[in-house]
């Protein structure tokens, strides 16, 4: 009897320990990889440190400085070229103890904005939207650049005092980098000074 129950106990052991070691293995691999850090659009991440802010994008994007602000390239696209698809980030300091909202912050960045671009129009806005891991506003917009129509997404949180904005511009219904966004914008961490 013994004989038979032997084997049945050392194969019912293995196979136990065995589920075991493979579910904390994949268990430690998750932890390992938070769902943020996931990305399927970007192929080939690369962190990003800009002032106060961290985000991932593609590697093999390029990084063109404007004023305050760092645009994105997808290979083969000429920075000087206004309807090449892009991706800007930036950060700005807020007035001392601001209560503006974001919604009125974005108005008069729009209001800024539409005195180059006199033909910028504004789609929607809404504010149940993050910014990795802050509150946030999105707002879309449309404009007409060299006799082509631009779509322009904006999100913009604010935190510590500081405003952060992320954009994307593409031609209307030509626009292949929605998901390489939409990754940059779950990526996006605000960096702490005294950690620079």
Not at 49 to 60: A, F, I, M, Q, T
């Amino acid at each position: 009897m013994m004989k038979k129950i032997l084997p049945a106990i050392i194969i019912f052991l293995v196979a136990v320990l065995g589920g075991c070691s493979i579910f904390n293995f994949n268990t430690a691999k998750t932890a390992a990889l938070p769902s943020k850090y996931i990305f399927s659009a970007i192929k080939n991440p690369q962190k990003m440190e800009h002032r106060n802010l961290s985000v991932y994008k593609p590697g093999e994007w390029q990084e063109v400085k404007s004023g305050m602000m760092l645009y994105y390239l997808p290979p083969g696209a000429v920075a000087t070229d206004t309807a090449a698809e892009k991706i800007a980030v930036a950060v700005y300091s807020l007035p001392a103890k601001s209560t503006t909202t974001l919604a009125k912050l974005m108005k008069a960045d729009f209001a800024e904005n539409k005195k180059t671009m006199p033909g910028l129009k504004f789609v929607f806005g809404t504010e149940d939207v993050k910014l990795g891991m802050l509150p946030a506003r999105e707002e879309k917009y449309e404009t007409k650049i060299n006799d082509k129509n631009i779509d322009i997404t904006q999100i913009d949180a604010r935190s510590s005092g500081l405003l952060y904005k992320i954009q994307h511009y593409c031609v209307k219904e030509n626009c292949q980098a929605d998901d390489i966004f939409s990754e940059m914008t779950r990526s996006f961490e605000p960096v702490l000074a005294s950690s620079q």
